[in-house]
């Protein structure tokens, strides 16, 4: 049973930070592809950042470099979204999402999802 749980989200003002957490079933963490994805009320669903969990290679989008920093603890199959300088178009419904093959950003190479966790900025 594959199972991603997130927590960590929240409110805050604009300019201030959250650090979101998705753990994973082991057995799918160590090979593919952990990412972040967004959805406003709304708008279509979008990424954020993902990483590879085998090599560490990390991705970013445009709308989140250099503010959003993902990063992952192998030991305890997590990975984290480390949210700076956020701002009220950071709000919405933030998934965290397991997959395989390119290109990182597209929903549809992610086949599990977490349940989601809101995010708020005002």
């Known amino acids: 049973h594959v199972q991603l749980v997130e927590s960590g989200g929240g409110s805050t003002q604009a300019g201030g930070s959250l650090r979101l957490s998705c753990t994973a079933s082991g057995y799918i963490y160590s090979r593919g592809c952990m990412g972040w994805f967004r959805q406003a009320p709304g708008k279509e669903r979008e990424a954020g950042a993902a990483?590879?969990?085998?090599?560490?290679?990390?991705y970013y989008a445009d709308s989140v470099k250099g503010r959003f920093t993902i990063s992952q603890d192998n030991a305890k199959y997590t990975v984290y979204l480390q949210m700076n300088s956020l701002k009220p178009e950071d709000t919405a419904m933030y998934y965290c999402a397991h997959g395989y093959g390119a290109p990182w950003y597209a929903p549809q190479r992610y086949k599990f999802w977490g349940q989601g966790t809101q995010v708020t900025v005002s």
């Open positions: 990483v590879d969990t085998s090599d560490g290679g990390t």
